[in-house]
Structures are given as C-alpha cells and as structure tokens.
C-alpha cells in the first residue's frame, strides 16, 4: 500500500504564492507520474499538473506560467509552486500517484488540502 499525505494549502491574498507538498510513503514501490489536481465547489475535479519520475511535465492551460510542479525522487514527494495566484484557483487540490507495486501499476489519491484565494 502507498499513503499520498499533502500539505501547504491555506488562505492567501490574489497575487500571492503558495506551494504544495505532497509525500508518498509505503514499501516497496516505484513511482511512474505523480500529480496535482483540483476541484472547486460544484465544478469536477481538473488536471493541474502532472510530473514523470523522468522529470516531463504536463500543465493545465490556465495554470502555465504561473505553477511548477517538481518531484523530489529521494523523498517520493512531488511539490507544486503556486504563483500569481487568482481566485479562480479555489479549490481542493489532490495529490494522485500512480506507482508501480507488487508488479502491478495502481493509482493513489491524497485526501486534499484546501486553496483559498481572498480578493
């Protein structure tokens, strides 16, 4: 089994910056894509950005420019720096992994944590 626990999220002002931390714990496995998602009231849950043990990426369009995600290999943690922050970007952002375990290929979901945007 892999544990995904995410940290960082908060309230913060239009502008500003926040960054995401998300861990994935367990024995014995390897991680293939790590990930952050979102999901704002009474919309469904969106891409925001994925990153490859590899180090390729892939970003939602409305967040390029502003997000970098990266991923710690050492730690099995992926990061997502938030910039220029708007309010639009509200929501509960999801930390999935899809690892490879056991000779099998699963996919993992954190429980979130919240983004709060102020005007």
């Known amino acids: 089994q892999v544990q995904l626990v995410e940290s960082g999220g908060g309230l913060v002002q239009a502008g500003g910056s926040l960054r995401l931390s998300c861990a994935a714990s367990?024995?014995?496995?390897?991680?293939?894509?790590m990930g952050w998602y979102r999901q704002a009231p009474g919309k469904q849950r969106e891409l925001v950005a994925v990153?490859?043990?590899?180090?390729?990426?892939n970003y939602a369009d409305s967040v390029k420019g502003r997000f970098t995600i990266s991923l710690d290999n050492a730690k099995n943690t992926v990061y997502l720096q938030m910039s220029s922050l708007k309010p639009e970007d509200t929501a509960v952002y999801y930390c999935?992994?899809?690892?490879?375990?056991?000779?099998?290929?699963?996919?993992?979901w954190g429980k979130g944590t919240v983004v709060t945007l102020s005007s």
């Open positions: 999935k992994a899809i690892v490879r375990y056991s000779g099998s290929v699963l996919t993992y």
């Open positions: 367990g024995s014995s496995f390897s991680i293939n894509f």
């Open positions: 990153i490859a043990s590899g180090g390729s990426t």
